[in-house]
T-cell receptor, first 114, second 114 residues
Framework: ETGVTQSPTHLIKTRGQQVTLRCSSQSGHNTVSWYQQALGQGPQFIFQYYREEENGRGNFPPRFSGLQFPNYSSELNVNALELDDSALYLC?????????????FGPGTRLTVL | DQQVKQNSPSLSVQEGRISILNCDYTNSMFDYFLWYKKYPAEGPTFLISISSIKDKNEDGRFTVFLNKSAKHLSLHIVPSQPGDSAVYFCAASAYGGATNKLIFGTGTLLAVQP
């Protein structure tokens, strides 16, 4: 069974640019969530996708957007990058959309905005 | 508003002794709690969870205790091993508005001394 994978591992962008991060969910999982982890903080919920539909959103501006594909893989897009977007971006998948379903995390993508 | 709090940024324990990591929460709607372990440059790894209908869950060296009246949970690691040295995050989940999102604490850095 393959776990959650993310690409790329590291990324360096400049202010104003756009970035796309990718995530493959664990086999059989239909729910994908994205989190941002700033230095010294816990992960913060960005949004969640369930069966290709956005299923909830945290306190992030519209320039953070995403997609989920029929195979349940997902993308996170960030437009007009700001310095404060520098963080570790984590993708997590779960088997179903239930609060008692454990979310399993990928290794993350480290984004640096200069 | 920090709904999940880990008030101890760090903890140092001798190998073989017990490690106790604490977490407090404010939202009584949380119905599922998880502990994740995180090494630098890696994603969080799921350790153990507990449903709000239980007060204890055990898995090998790891035990999680939940005190709902005090809105407090703790993770006990016995015996502690040097490989347990990592950042530990407490997370809570509530199924509200059809979104299953995790709310994390800020983490506790555990150092197990040989």
């Amino acid at each position: 069974e393959t776990g959650v994978t993310q690409s790329p591992t590291h990324l360096i962008k400049t202010r104003g640019q756009q970035v796309t991060l990718r995530c493959s969910s664990q086999s059989g999982h239909n729910t994908v969530s994205w989190y941002q982890q700033a230095l010294g903080q816990g992960p913060q919920f960005i949004f969640q996708y369930y069966r290709e539909e956005e299923n909830g959103r945290g306190n992030f501006p519209p320039r953070f957007s995403g997609l989920q594909f029929p195979n349940y893989s997902s993308e996170l897009n960030v437009n007009a990058l700001e310095l404060d977007d520098s963080a570790l971006y984590l993708c997590a998948s779960s088997l179903r959309l239930a609060s008692t379903d454990t979310q399993y995390f990928g290794p993350g993508t480290r984004l640096t905005v200069l | 508003d920090q709904q999940v709090k880990q008030n101890s940024p760090s903890l140092s324990v001798q190998e073989g002794r017990i490690s106790i990591l604490n977490c407090d929460y404010t939202n009584s709607m949380f119905d599922y709690f998880l502990w994740y372990k995180k090494y630098p440059a890696e994603g969080p790894t799921f350790l153990i969870s507990i449903s709000s209908i239980k007060d204890k869950n055990e898995d090998g060296r790891f035990t999680v205790f939940l005190n709902k009246s005090a809105k407090h949970l703790s993770l006990h690691i016995v015996p502690s091993q040097p490989g347990d040295s990592a950042v530990y995050f407490c997370a809570a989940s509530a199924y509200g508005g059809a979104t299953n999102k995790l709310i994390f604490g800020t983490g506790t850095l555990l150092a197990v001394q040989p």
